[in-house]
């Protein structure tokens, strides 16, 4: 092994370590290690932001600005409606909405699929007392899984594609990934509706005991003259009120001393935590009542969820500071926290990744507070789009995809959908630009030079001589079936588009030191970067999904093993049976 080579393989284990301790933000990870690469001479100068310019960048950039237009449309506000009328089951309804993600996914990207379904889902499951923890996952899983399907479903189909037209001159075209990405997606989203059913009961009736589909939150409420939690010592709350204090304050000062000697007095302020249904019971009975809102209250009222986004602007900053609400008369009512670290009151909490706030103000407001602080709403919150405002977005899309599946270029097919939505007053490029998750598109475009030096350094032609020291490469599904073992293994704790870009050479040199066909070889690297189920922080979605449904880590690996082991076999089945 060379220096050069040497040097590119430490280069991407120290980015990939960094990128699976989220510590650091990626698009900074991203762009030092592009400059890594280029002090390490792995690249000239001149190809330092060739990735900027690389047509999977674009296509990526063009769909996150169709789905904004999509998102806004709301479309299946009237098929949810239809939907919840009939009364159906709970694995009706499990199965239906992932069906709905899955197939949004196959037109868009995963992250826009799962925000598009999920108010549909949670809606679906308050009218039919279906617990939250049974659908979010699935939906989750759901939009990872319809990224398998088709050439712009993920941008790791993307990036295997331009690798075999680099390769061989042609790449796949539109649905050629649907061939194994298709049985996979439904046979994975029938398991998972069925298994979370079993994995994630009914919630107990009991109104004080927590059930496993309660969603836990952080909130600061006042005892009132008349609450029955008066004379009670802090010890006892757990079992007598289903809530955990972690701070009692009297006046403007903390009550200390040990919590089976504290007493709750009238007019206390009480910091706790428990579930979100033992809270409304509480309040309900004015056992707790929160603070008036300091603007008083108004008709235009409302009360939203919203979710902490990995992009968003929140990230980090304590509930006391954060203006983007306050100024505009929002009150922050209520805290589910992804990984609790209750300090002090509730005003100095600190947000993370996944975390759900409850809002209560001007509903208006509330949408544009969420919109510049890049949060996703759980609930509706602006008013629904005309039937004809509705349709069009989705009928543009339709078009530039059945172009795309023509044999347009993808960046020139969606590139004119952008176009006409523009130019139809749908869609303001300028504000979308912004609203763009700007930290992926700079990772995918960084990490692309960074990858084809692991092809030009030879690197990949020495991994691949490794490799093939631990199975004989001379049968092509051998070879097949290491490379979706490695993809499989790493997407848990790599984005997709990094996992596809480090693969990709590799699966090319197997290909060819065995003298096969590099077709299956990519599929397989696409397939098992995106089957991406036994971690939350492998992908957005299930980091948004672990905050939203109140998951543990252990929960997604409980929920997710099963759904990976069966996927890679019917993957495996599936590209031996039709690309060998």
């Given at each position: 092994m060379?220096?050069?080579?040497?040097?590119?393989?430490?280069?991407?284990?120290?980015?990939?370590i960094l990128f699976?301790l989220?510590?650091?933000?990626?698009?900074?990870?991203s762009i030092?290690?592009?400059?890594?690469?280029?002090?390490?001479?792995?690249?000239?100068?001149?190809?330092?932001?060739?990735?900027?310019?690389?047509?999977?960048?674009i296509?990526?950039?063009?769909i996150l600005?169709i789905v904004?237009?999509?998102?806004?449309?709301?479309?299946?506000?009237?098929?949810?409606?239809?939907f919840a009328?009939?009364?159906?089951?709970?694995?009706k309804?499990?199965?239906?909405?992932?069906?709905?993600?899955?197939?949004?996914?196959?037109f868009?990207?995963?992250?826009?699929?799962?925000?598009?379904?999920?108010?549909?889902?949670?809606?679906?499951?308050?009218v039919?007392?279906?617990?939250?923890?049974q659908?979010v996952?699935?939906?989750?899983f759901?939009a990872?899984?319809?990224?398998?399907?088709?050439l712009?479903?993920?941008?790791?189909?993307?990036?295997?594609?331009?690798?075999?037209?680099k390769?061989?001159?042609?790449?796949?075209?539109?649905?050629?990934?649907?061939?194994?990405?298709?049985?996979?997606?439904?046979?994975?989203?029938?398991?998972?509706?069925f298994?979370v059913?079993?994995l994630?009961?009914?919630?107990d009736?009991?109104?004080v005991?927590?059930s496993?589909?309660?969603?836990r939150?952080?909130?600061?409420r006042?005892?009132?003259?008349?609450?029955?939690?008066?004379?009670?010592?802090?010890?006892?709350?757990?079992?007598?009120?289903?809530?955990?204090?972690?701070?009692?304050?009297?006046g403007?000062?903390?009550?200390?001393?040990?919590v089976?000697?504290?007493?709750?007095?009238?007019?206390?302020?009480?910091?706790?935590e428990?579930?979100?249904?033992v809270?409304?019971?509480?309040?309900?009975?004015?056992a707790?009542?929160?603070?008036?809102h300091?603007?008083g209250l108004?008709?235009?009222?409302?009360?939203?969820?919203?979710?902490?986004?990995p992009?968003?602007?929140?990230?980090?900053?304590?509930?006391?500071?954060l203006?983007?609400?306050?100024?505009?008369g929002?009150?922050?009512?209520?805290?589910?926290?992804?990984t609790?670290?209750?300090?002090?009151?509730?005003?100095?909490?600190?947000?993370?990744?996944?975390?759900i706030l409850t809002l209560?103000g001007?509903?208006?407001?509330i949408?544009?507070?969420?919109?510049e602080?890049?949060?996703?709403?759980?609930?509706?919150?602006?008013?629904?789009?005309?039937?004809?405002?509705?349709?069009?977005?989705?009928?543009?899309?339709?078009?530039?995809?059945?172009?795309?599946?023509?044999?347009?270029?993808?960046?020139?097919?969606?590139?004119?959908?952008?176009?006409?939505?523009?130019?139809?007053?749908?869609?303001?490029?300028?504000?979308a630009?912004?609203?763009?998750?700007w930290?992926?598109i700079?990772?995918?475009?960084?990490?692309?030079?960074?990858?084809?030096?692991?092809?030009?350094?030879?690197?990949?032609?020495?991994?691949?001589?490794?490799?093939?020291?631990?199975?004989?490469?001379?049968?092509p599904?051998?070879?097949?079936a290491?490379i979706?073992?490695?993809?499989i293994?790493?997407?848990?704790?790599?984005?997709?588009?990094?996992?596809?870009?480090?693969?990709?050479?590799?699966a090319l040199?197997?290909?060819r030191?065995?003298?096969?066909?590099?077709?299956?070889?990519?599929?397989?690297?696409?397939?098992?970067?995106?089957?991406?189920f036994?971690?939350?922080?492998?992908?957005?979605?299930?980091t948004?999904?672990?905050?939203?449904?109140?998951?543990?880590?252990?929960?997604?690996?409980?929920?997710?093993?099963?759904?990976a082991v069966t996927?890679?076999?019917?993957?495996l089945?599936?590209?031996?049976?039709?690309?060998?």
């Amino acid at each position: 092994m060379s220096l050069e080579q040497a040097s590119l393989l430490i280069l991407l284990l120290a980015m990939l370590i960094l990128f699976s301790l989220d510590r650091i933000r990626i698009e900074v990870v991203s762009i030092a290690g592009l400059l890594g690469g280029y002090a390490l001479g792995l690249y000239p100068a001149e190809q330092i932001f060739t990735g900027f310019a690389s047509p999977v960048v674009i296509t990526v950039v063009e769909i996150l600005l169709i789905v904004q237009v999509l998102a806004r449309a709301r479309l299946f506000d009237s098929l949810a409606a239809r939907f919840a009328a009939a009364r159906p089951s709970g694995f009706k309804v499990i199965s239906g909405t992932s069906a709905l993600a899955g197939f949004m996914s196959i037109f868009m990207n995963n992250i826009g699929a799962f925000a598009i379904t999920l108010p549909v889902a949670l809606r679906l499951g308050t009218v039919l007392t279906i617990p939250r923890r049974q659908l979010v996952m699935p939906v989750s899983f759901a939009a990872l899984l319809g990224g398998l399907v088709s050439l712009i479903g993920t941008p790791a189909n993307l990036l295997v594609s331009e690798a075999l037209a680099k390769a061989t001159g042609t790449g796949f075209h539109f649905f050629d990934f649907a061939y194994v990405g298709l049985p996979v997606a439904i046979a994975g989203i029938l398991l998972i509706a069925f298994r979370v059913q079993r994995l994630f009961p009914e919630p107990d009736e009991t109104p004080v005991k927590i059930s496993p589909a309660a969603r836990r939150i952080v909130v600061e409420r006042r005892i009132p003259d008349a609450s029955p939690l008066i004379g009670v010592r802090l010890s006892d709350c757990p079992v007598r009120f289903g809530i955990k204090p972690h701070a009692l304050i009297r006046g403007d000062s903390f009550v200390f001393g040990p919590v089976d000697q504290s007493m709750i007095e009238p007019g206390d302020v009480l910091l706790a935590e428990g579930a979100d249904t033992v809270f409304a019971g509480l309040a309900a009975t004015q056992a707790l009542i929160a603070d008036a809102h300091p603007h008083g209250l108004q008709a235009d009222f409302t009360r939203v969820e919203a979710v902490v986004m990995p992009e968003s602007t929140l990230v980090g900053s304590r509930v006391r500071s954060l203006e983007v609400f306050h100024h505009r008369g929002i009150a922050v009512t209520a805290l589910s926290m992804r990984t609790p670290r209750i300090e002090g009151r509730f005003l100095d909490l600190q947000l993370s990744i996944g975390d759900i706030l409850t809002l209560e103000g001007p509903r208006i407001a509330i949408g544009e507070a969420l919109e510049e602080s890049e949060c996703l709403p759980l609930a509706s919150t602006a008013p629904s789009e005309p039937a004809l405002l509705s349709w069009r977005p989705f009928a543009l899309f339709a078009c530039g995809v059945a172009a795309s599946a023509a044999g347009l270029r993808p960046d020139v097919a969606f590139a004119g959908v952008v176009l006409v939505l523009a130019l139809l007053n749908h869609l303001n490029i300028r504000q979308a630009m912004a609203d763009l998750n700007w930290p992926i598109i700079i990772m995918l475009a960084a990490m692309i030079p960074i990858g084809q030096a692991v092809a030009t350094t030879g690197a990949a032609e020495t991994i691949a001589g490794w490799l093939s020291l631990v199975v004989p490469i001379t049968h092509p599904l051998f070879g097949i079936a290491l490379i979706l073992f490695l993809a499989i293994a790493l997407t848990p704790f790599v984005n997709n588009a990094t996992v596809a870009i480090v693969l990709t050479p590799i699966a090319l040199e197997f290909a060819r030191a065995g003298r096969h066909a590099p077709d299956a070889y990519l599929i397989a690297v696409a397939a098992g970067a995106s089957l991406d189920f036994l971690t939350p922080f492998g992908h957005h979605n299930n980091t948004l999904a672990m905050g939203i449904g109140g998951y543990r880590f252990g929960d997604f690996l409980r929920a997710g093993w099963p759904l990976a082991v069966t996927s890679y076999g019917l993957a495996l089945l599936l590209t031996g049976l039709f690309w060998l």
